[in-house]
């Protein structure tokens, strides 16, 4: 079984448009209520699969549980969400208690599916699990101890490992956190944690001054690693989540070759600064054809969105405006 390759969704950069990447004209394309029991849909991930695309999405309910629920679409815009959530077996591990699971991240390796999302284990961890078909899935080992946020797997390995980005956190709304990779040689037992990137100094990129954490799964490109992911300012008016990109070393994702000083998307239309939690732009997917990419987003802790961009462009404004 192999990854399927399909037209991603796009629309070109409008005339009038100097940014790097730009939004889609009908965002945002999932609203709150797709399903009956949704409060929210926001946060979630998408990948091609068979003859469109499949998703693993975070739909918190309207007692504001939750939980993550498979979702199947052609053409990458408009979302056929289950209504139940997803329900684990055990995978390499009997241990898959959950009180709750949001923001997942899902990328192919090998053979399989691989999800990763933060899961409530006496606080948040990070959970893994694995799926052929998007109808049965299966729960690994958490990959750490809490408290732990934003893990997201390399599409393959590196040196012979698997290699996940998270962010060690606190049990509450983390005012801080930066990035750090890990190794596993079998999805069960994770060690070797270095750090990638830390937060930047208020006077030299304040956008992402409080905390940051890995977005969309990387995107290899002969260059390095594309790293799209989120930083935080905590103004006025609370946290304000905006994006940027980094490109990692292929062979040693440790070392950060460049990372964008201005960032890429900040909060600015209606849908990004209102809704259960204002001001957020958070990335957890990205879809690529040749040097577009697509960026998946939720917005304001509410809605899904895209952004689109092309990856030398994006590339080159790092090398021009890297931190």
């Given at each position: 079984?192999?990854?399927?390759?399909?037209?991603?969704p796009?629309q070109?950069?409008?005339?009038?448009?100097n940014?790097?990447?730009?939004?889609?004209?009908e965002?945002?394309i999932?609203?709150?209520?797709?399903?009956?029991?949704?409060?929210s849909?926001?946060?979630?991930?998408?990948?091609?699969?068979?003859?469109?695309?499949a998703?693993v999405?975070?739909c918190?309910n309207?007692?504001?549980?939750?939980?993550?629920?498979?979702?199947f679409?052609?053409?990458?815009?408009n979302?056929?969400?289950?209504?139940?959530?997803?329900e684990m077996q055990?995978?390499?591990?009997?241990?898959?208690?959950?009180?709750?699971?949001?923001?997942?991240?899902?990328?192919?390796?090998?053979?399989?599916?691989?999800?990763t999302w933060?899961?409530?284990?006496?606080?948040?961890?990070?959970?893994?699990?694995?799926?052929?078909?998007f109808?049965e899935?299966?729960?690994?080992?958490?990959a750490?101890?809490?408290?732990?946020?934003?893990g997201?797997?390399?599409?393959?390995?590196?040196?012979g490992k698997?290699?996940?980005?998270s962010?060690?956190?606190?049990?509450?709304?983390?005012?801080?956190?930066?990035?750090y990779?890990?190794?596993?040689?079998?999805?069960k037992?994770?060690?070797e944690?270095?750090?990638?990137m830390k937060?930047?100094?208020f006077?030299?990129s304040a956008?992402?001054?409080t905390?940051?954490?890995?977005?969309p799964?990387?995107?290899?490109?002969?260059?390095?690693?594309?790293?799209?992911?989120?930083?935080?300012?905590?103004?006025?008016?609370?946290?304000r989540?905006?994006?940027?990109?980094?490109?990692?070393?292929?062979e040693?994702?440790?070392?950060?070759?460049?990372?964008?000083?201005p960032?890429?998307l900040?909060?600015?239309?209606?849908y990004e600064?209102?809704?259960?939690?204002?001001?957020?732009?958070?990335?957890?997917?990205?879809?690529?054809?040749?040097?577009?990419?697509t960026?998946y987003?939720?917005?304001?802790?509410?809605?899904?969105?895209?952004?689109?961009?092309?990856?030398?462009?994006?590339?080159?404004?790092?090398?021009?405006?890297?931190?």
């Amino acid at each position: 079984m192999t990854a399927q390759s399909v037209m991603i969704p796009w629309q070109d950069r409008p005339e009038d448009c100097n940014d790097i990447m730009w939004r889609f004209s009908e965002n945002p394309i999932i609203n709150r209520y797709a399903i009956p029991t949704s409060n929210s849909i926001f946060n979630s991930a998408v990948i091609p699969f068979e003859d469109g695309f499949a998703g693993v999405f975070r739909c918190d309910n309207k007692a504001v549980q939750m939980n993550i629920f498979a979702g199947f679409s052609k053409d990458g815009i408009n979302w056929d969400i289950n209504h139940d959530p997803i329900e684990m077996q055990a995978g390499n591990t009997d241990m898959i208690e959950s009180d709750y699971k949001y923001d997942p991240r899902v990328t192919f390796i090998e053979d399989r599916y691989w999800i990763t999302w933060c899961n409530g284990y006496n606080g948040p961890t990070i959970g893994i699990g694995y799926t052929f078909d998007f109808k049965e899935f299966f729960q690994c080992e958490n990959a750490f101890l809490p408290f732990n946020r934003n893990g997201v797997l390399f599409p393959e390995k590196i040196n012979g490992k698997y290699a996940m980005l998270s962010r060690p956190s606190d049990n509450g709304h983390t005012p801080f956190g930066d990035i750090y990779i890990s190794y596993s040689p079998d999805m069960k037992y994770w060690g070797e944690h270095r750090c990638v990137m830390k937060v930047t100094p208020f006077e030299d990129s304040a956008w992402q001054c409080t905390k940051i954490g890995g977005g969309p799964v990387p995107i290899k490109t002969e260059e390095g690693w594309l790293l799209f992911y989120h930083g935080v300012i905590n103004t006025c008016r609370g946290f304000r989540y905006s994006m940027g990109a980094a490109l990692l070393d292929l062979e040693d994702p440790t070392k950060v070759l460049y990372r964008t000083k201005p960032y890429l998307l900040a909060p600015a239309e209606v849908y990004e600064l209102t809704g259960d939690v204002p001001n957020v732009v958070f990335p957890c997917a990205a879809l690529t054809e040749g040097d577009k990419v697509t960026v998946y987003y939720g917005a304001a802790d509410t809605v899904v969105a895209i952004a689109f961009g092309y990856i030398s462009e994006i590339i080159d404004f790092m090398k021009k405006n890297s931190i």
